[in-house]
């Protein structure tokens, strides 16, 4: 897979023009599915309808002018058979997976089969917002578990470091606390404001920012 793992959506030109960069194609002629399962486990009450209509639950993602947008509701492909789900996803140019709680929504990877797709999917494009890009990275950290029933913080590990998203954006979310926060964590991890992502193509790792990041280890 290639990989555009953000902090808060497309939010600038740069994450835009990086977004082209994986498709190897305009928007207008990529097809899209939103993955909305980590919006389930926060537990901080009923996702905003007008969120999801007009995209801020997705960091804007879905308000792209995509040829074609869908829905993959994680906890539904148990029951409706690989033979129904896996040929849309491998049909996706690119899966875009909102924010919400990471180790529920890597649950339900795992569950539903999704996870066990992934190595196959070469050319498919993954946008995360938040934890739909901390899923893909090692662990969490403890602080980020918000979902009881979870064993602990690890997470699918598909990326060999770790995220502190929302860098600057809420009053806790310091330089200082992504640095007590890395402590915790084994690997490379970085910090990104909502302007900052990181791109992975291949063994190349990049980051893309119009805001503040840091390389924290």
Sequence with gaps: MKLLLTSGGITNTSISDALVDLLGQPIADSTALCIPTALWGNRRGPVSVPDVLHGRAWGGMTSLEWKSLGVLELTALPTIGEDC?????????????????????????????????LPWLIDT???????????????????YVGWPSAPDDRTL??????????????????LAEAERWSAGIEGPAYALDDQSAITVKGNTVDVVSEGRWKLLK
Aim: glycine share 10%; net charge negative.
């Design 157 to 174: 590990g598909v990326v060999d470091f770790c995220i502190f998203p929302h860098l600057d954006v809420f009053p806790e979310n310091t």
């Design 85 to 117: 789900w896996v040929p849309w996803v491998r049909e996706a140019d690119v899966l875009l997976v909102a924010g919400g709680e990471a180790t529920y929504l890597c649950h339900w990877m795992r569950e539903s089969g999704l996870a066990d797709l």
């Design 125 to 143: 494009v993954w946008v995360g917002v938040s934890a739909g890009s901390m899923v893909l990275t090692p662990r969490v950290g403890e602080e």
